[in-house]
Protein backbone atom coordinates (compact mmCIF):
# COMPACT_ATOMS: atom_id res chain seq x y z
CA UNK A 1 0.00 0.00 0.00
CA UNK A 2 1.28 3.53 -0.72
CA UNK A 3 1.58 5.81 1.95
CA UNK A 4 -0.22 9.02 1.36
CA UNK A 5 3.26 11.29 1.69
CA UNK A 6 4.58 9.21 -0.94
CA UNK A 7 1.40 9.61 -3.07
CA UNK A 8 1.86 13.82 -2.38
CA UNK A 9 5.77 13.12 -3.40
CA UNK A 10 4.73 11.76 -6.74
CA UNK A 11 1.80 14.15 -7.91
CA UNK A 12 4.46 17.24 -6.85
CA UNK A 13 6.87 15.94 -8.73
CA UNK A 14 4.46 15.25 -11.97
CA UNK A 15 3.58 18.89 -11.33
CA UNK A 16 7.05 19.90 -12.10
CA UNK A 17 8.14 20.44 -7.66
CA UNK A 18 11.79 19.58 -7.74
CA UNK A 19 12.82 20.17 -4.07
CA UNK A 20 10.05 22.52 -3.06
CA UNK A 21 10.97 24.51 -6.49
CA UNK A 22 8.20 25.44 -9.09
CA UNK A 23 9.64 25.15 -12.25
CA UNK A 24 8.67 29.00 -13.52
CA UNK A 25 6.67 27.89 -16.50
CA UNK A 26 4.23 26.04 -14.27
CA UNK A 27 1.52 28.39 -12.49
CA UNK A 28 0.23 26.96 -8.95
CA UNK A 29 -2.93 28.76 -9.64
CA UNK A 30 -4.87 29.91 -12.61
CA UNK A 31 -4.53 33.50 -13.35
CA UNK A 32 -7.80 35.56 -13.66
CA UNK A 33 -7.09 39.18 -14.05
CA UNK A 34 -10.73 40.39 -14.65
CA UNK A 35 -13.50 38.13 -15.41
CA UNK A 36 -15.42 41.51 -15.79
CA UNK A 37 -13.53 42.96 -18.42
CA UNK A 38 -12.80 39.83 -20.31
CA UNK A 39 -17.17 39.49 -20.32
CA UNK A 40 -17.69 43.11 -21.36
CA UNK A 41 -15.55 42.52 -24.55
CA UNK A 42 -17.17 39.02 -25.91
CA UNK A 43 -20.25 40.53 -25.26
CA UNK A 44 -19.74 43.58 -27.36
CA UNK A 45 -17.58 42.02 -30.09
CA UNK A 46 -20.65 39.48 -30.38
CA UNK A 47 -23.01 42.46 -30.98
CA UNK A 48 -21.00 43.41 -33.07
CA UNK A 49 -19.99 42.60 -36.77
CA UNK A 50 -16.33 43.01 -37.73
CA UNK A 51 -16.43 46.45 -39.76
CA UNK A 52 -13.24 47.10 -41.53
CA UNK A 53 -14.33 50.93 -42.24
CA UNK A 54 -12.62 51.86 -39.02
CA UNK A 55 -8.74 50.56 -39.88
CA UNK A 56 -6.87 52.47 -42.11
CA UNK A 57 -4.44 49.58 -42.36
CA UNK A 58 -3.77 45.87 -40.69
CA UNK A 59 -0.62 43.92 -41.23
CA UNK A 60 0.09 40.31 -39.68
CA UNK A 61 2.98 40.03 -37.83
CA UNK A 62 3.74 36.44 -36.24
CA UNK A 63 0.37 34.25 -36.38
CA UNK A 64 3.02 31.34 -33.88
CA UNK A 65 3.05 34.45 -31.12
CA UNK A 66 0.31 32.86 -28.36
CA UNK A 67 -2.16 35.18 -26.92
CA UNK A 68 -4.63 33.76 -24.83
CA UNK A 69 -7.80 35.16 -25.94
CA UNK A 70 -8.86 36.18 -21.84
CA UNK A 71 -5.40 37.88 -21.96
CA UNK A 72 -6.24 39.87 -25.01
CA UNK A 73 -9.89 41.54 -24.26
CA UNK A 74 -8.70 42.12 -20.32
CA UNK A 75 -5.61 43.72 -22.16
CA UNK A 76 -8.10 45.37 -24.74
CA UNK A 77 -9.59 47.55 -21.50
CA UNK A 78 -6.44 48.23 -19.44
CA UNK A 79 -5.03 51.01 -22.21
CA UNK A 80 -5.57 54.32 -21.14
CA UNK A 81 -4.97 53.29 -17.33
CA UNK A 82 -8.53 50.97 -17.78
CA UNK A 83 -11.72 51.23 -19.56
CA UNK A 84 -14.30 49.19 -17.88
CA UNK A 85 -17.90 49.20 -17.12
CA UNK A 86 -18.99 52.64 -17.37
CA UNK A 87 -15.66 54.12 -18.38
CA UNK A 88 -16.50 55.25 -22.55
CA UNK A 89 -13.75 56.63 -23.63
CA UNK A 90 -9.82 56.97 -23.39
CA UNK A 91 -8.96 59.61 -20.07
CA UNK A 92 -5.95 61.40 -19.43
CA UNK A 93 -5.34 62.13 -23.09
CA UNK A 94 -1.75 60.16 -23.41
CA UNK A 95 0.05 60.03 -26.48
CA UNK A 96 0.80 56.86 -25.60
CA UNK A 97 -0.90 54.20 -23.64
CA UNK A 98 -0.36 50.61 -23.23
CA UNK A 99 -2.66 47.52 -21.47
CA UNK A 100 -1.21 44.28 -21.06
CA UNK A 101 -2.38 41.46 -19.29
CA UNK A 102 -0.52 37.75 -19.00
CA UNK A 103 0.20 36.90 -22.61
CA UNK A 104 -1.07 40.52 -24.36
CA UNK A 105 0.25 43.66 -24.39
CA UNK A 106 -1.33 46.53 -26.87
CA UNK A 107 0.87 49.08 -27.77
CA UNK A 108 -1.47 52.39 -29.02
CA UNK A 109 -0.25 55.53 -29.91
CA UNK A 110 -1.38 58.98 -31.88
CA UNK A 111 0.25 59.08 -35.11
CA UNK A 112 0.31 62.79 -35.57
CA UNK A 113 2.86 64.59 -33.37
CA UNK A 114 1.55 66.20 -30.63
CA UNK A 115 -1.72 64.58 -30.60
CA UNK A 116 -3.41 63.43 -27.90
CA UNK A 117 -5.86 59.78 -27.79
CA UNK A 118 -9.02 59.82 -27.42
CA UNK A 119 -10.81 57.03 -28.30
CA UNK A 120 -13.58 55.64 -27.13
CA UNK A 121 -14.23 52.55 -25.98
CA UNK A 122 -17.14 51.55 -28.72
CA UNK A 123 -14.19 52.28 -31.63
CA UNK A 124 -11.65 50.95 -29.81
CA UNK A 125 -13.41 47.43 -29.78
CA UNK A 126 -14.62 48.03 -33.23
CA UNK A 127 -11.22 48.55 -34.07
CA UNK A 128 -9.35 45.84 -32.52
CA UNK A 129 -12.07 43.33 -33.60
CA UNK A 130 -11.57 44.43 -36.87
CA UNK A 131 -8.13 43.71 -37.01
CA UNK A 132 -8.17 40.40 -35.19
CA UNK A 133 -10.51 39.24 -38.05
CA UNK A 134 -7.90 40.11 -40.68
CA UNK A 135 -5.36 38.47 -38.45
CA UNK A 136 -7.14 35.99 -36.31
CA UNK A 137 -4.25 34.37 -34.69
CA UNK A 138 -0.79 35.63 -33.09
CA UNK A 139 0.92 39.50 -32.89
CA UNK A 140 -0.37 42.03 -35.44
CA UNK A 141 -0.27 45.61 -35.77
CA UNK A 142 -3.26 48.26 -36.89
CA UNK A 143 -4.00 51.74 -37.69
CA UNK A 144 -7.54 52.94 -36.56
CA UNK A 145 -9.39 55.70 -38.55
CA UNK A 146 -9.50 58.65 -36.14
CA UNK A 147 -8.99 58.17 -32.14
CA UNK A 148 -6.64 61.17 -31.40
CA UNK A 149 -7.13 64.67 -31.09
CA UNK A 150 -5.93 65.04 -34.62
CA UNK A 151 -5.42 62.06 -37.00
CA UNK A 152 -5.48 58.43 -36.51
CA UNK A 153 -4.01 55.89 -33.41
CA UNK A 154 -1.88 52.98 -34.56
CA UNK A 155 -1.36 50.26 -32.35
CA UNK A 156 0.08 46.80 -31.74
CA UNK A 157 -0.59 43.75 -30.18
CA UNK A 158 1.91 40.92 -28.92
CA UNK A 159 3.15 38.81 -26.37
CA UNK A 160 5.49 40.55 -24.07
CA UNK A 161 7.09 36.63 -23.34
CA UNK A 162 8.55 36.58 -26.93
CA UNK A 163 10.42 39.53 -26.68
CA UNK A 164 12.94 38.18 -24.56
CA UNK A 165 13.36 34.91 -26.57
Same mark, same amino acid.
Given at each position: ?5 TLL?? =? ?6 ? %? ?5 ? =? $???? +?? $? ?8 ? +?? &? ?20 ? !? ?7 ? %?????? /??? /???? &????? $? ?10 LFT ?10 ? !???? %?? !? +?????? +???? $? ?23 PRN???
Amino acid at each position: MVSTQTLLQA =VLVAAGVV %QGMVLDK =V $PLMP +RI $PSVAKHHEVL +RA &RATMEADHSVLVKTTCLDSSQG !IILHDETVA %QLSICG /GMP /GSID &RCNGA $PAVTTGSAGSALFTLSADDAGASIT !ISKE %QW !I +RCVQAA +RDQC $PTGSLSATCVGGASTGDVSFTLENPRNQDL
